[in-house]
C-alpha cells in the first residue's frame, strides 16, 4: 500500500489526520486478515472488484470465509468501514495512476 502518499491525498482533500489514520490502520488490518492480499496488487488485477466482492452478504459468504484468516466484523455493520476505506483507496490509485501518466 502506497501508505504515506494515500495519507497525503487524504489531507489535501480536506480530511483529518485522525481519518486519514483510521483509513490506513483499516487497510493495514484488512490486509492482515485476508489470505495472499496485497491491496496494490489487487488494485492492479482488477480495480479491487474480487475484494469488494467479499463484502457480500455483509462478509458472510463462501468467498470471505475461504481467504479469511484473522477476525473482522464479520456480519457487523462496522465491516463497512473497511468496504469504505477500500473504495477510498481505489479513488487515490486512479488519481495516482492518472498522475503518474
Known sequence: MLEFEFAVWLLKN???????????????????????CDIDEEYYKDRCEDLMSL??????????ASRLID?????????????????KYINFMNWFNKDCN
Open 55 to 64: 463484502f457480500k452478504n455483509s462478509g458472510k459468504n463462501e468467498k470471505m
Open 14 to 36: 480536506n480530511y483529518s489526520r485522525k481519518v486519514c489514520s483510521d483509513y490506513v490502520s483499516r487497510l493495514k488490518r484488512f490486509e492482515h486478515s485476508i489470505s495472499n
Open 71 to 87: 477476525d473482522l466484523p464479520i456480519g457487523k455493520y462496522y465491516l463497512s468501514t473497511y468496504k469504505y476505506a477500500i473504495k
